[in-house]
């Protein structure tokens, strides 16, 4: 065999080949204490992404949805629910039927209810949960309706009672009213009476408003109320806030809100007060 080294003998590596083994075993010395963490936190970031890219689209794959992602009806009702004061009804009648009444009618008008046949457990809810106003039967069964009104009134001093009654005797209104109740209520119910009742108690509790664009429409007309009778234009009125006249004709038709300091200077250029502009709205 013509070759320039002996058999079985392998020629010396080249020197840039030597160092780098050199260099790397090196580092494995260096590394190798720390070797049972780091592979342990690769394995924890390989189950980690894993998980991620598995479980969840990745930003830009198909069905990829962010945090607190929600269809359009979703957020068309969360966005409406957002705009509404809450408010929570607490209705107490042992007639099931009255009960499932109440409850559509008041959920059909945004209202929080909650229900029962009996006192006690509506006495202890009311006890843990604020309601703004309490529907109280002024006929339960083995209850005293003049207890009821008291004992609710001190567990839940700021909720408004409201007797229910068919053909109410005076002398039940007077007790009822004796022990608490702001308000007797006719039975049967009609939507639009009781709608209105609790509207009015509402008020009276400074609830006048609860929705975000009724709000605005009341605040709007109100603008257009007070600029007519001091005989003012949009024009003149626009030109002293700082406004032009499309922006000042949507705030007073109620498709746009103001901020307050928009609000004052609108206030400013009528020559009102703000507390009266926004008294009774």
């Given at each position: ?13 080249p ?27 690769a ?17 830009g ?14 957020s ?5 629910i957002?705009r ?46 604020y309601?703004h106003?309490?529907?109280?039967d ?7 309706t003049v207890?009821l009104?008291?004992t ?12 229910l ?7 039940e209104?007077?007790?009822?009213i ?21 509207e ?10 609860r ?9 709007g ?13 949009l ?13 000042l ?18 206030c ?9 502009l926004?008294?009774g709205?």
């Amino acid at each position: 065999m013509n070759s320039a080294w002996p058999e079985h003998t392998a020629p010396p590596a080249p020197r840039h080949e030597s160092t780098a083994r050199s260099l790397h075993a090196r580092s494995a010395a260096l590394w190798y204490p720390f070797a049972p963490a780091a592979l342990h936190a690769a394995g924890a970031f390989r189950q980690t992404y894993t998980a991620l890219h598995t479980a969840t689209p990745r930003r830009g794959a198909p069905g990829f949805r962010p945090t607190g992602w929600k269809t359009p009806a979703q957020s068309r009702e969360y966005g409406a629910i957002m705009r509404l004061v809450p408010v929570r009804i607490l209705a107490i009648d042992d007639d099931e039927s009255v009960c499932r009444k109440l409850s559509g009618w008041l959920a059909d008008a945004a209202y929080d209810v909650m229900t029962f046949t009996s006192a006690p457990p509506a006495l202890e809810y009311a006890r843990k949960v604020y309601s703004h106003v309490a529907l109280v039967d002024l006929r339960l069964p083995d209850t005293s309706t003049v207890e009821l009104i008291e004992t609710l009134q001190q567990a839940a001093p700021r909720t408004r009672v409201l007797g229910l009654a068919a053909f109410p005797e005076p002398a039940e209104i007077i007790a009822a009213i004796r022990a608490g109740a702001r308000d007797i209520l006719e039975k049967p119910l009609q939507p639009a009476s009781l709608l209105a009742a609790l509207e009015r108690h509402l008020a009276d509790m400074g609830i006048a408003v609860r929705s975000e664009d009724e709000y605005n429409r009341r605040l709007g007309s109100r603008v257009r109320t007070v600029r007519t009778a001091e005989s003012l234009t949009l024009s003149e009125v626009a030109g002293a806030c700082g406004l032009s006249a499309a922006q000042l004709s949507q705030i007073e038709l109620g498709k746009t809100a103001t901020s307050t300091w928009r609000l004052a200077r609108i206030c400013a250029a009528l020559r009102i007060q703000p507390a009266a502009l926004l008294d009774g709205l």
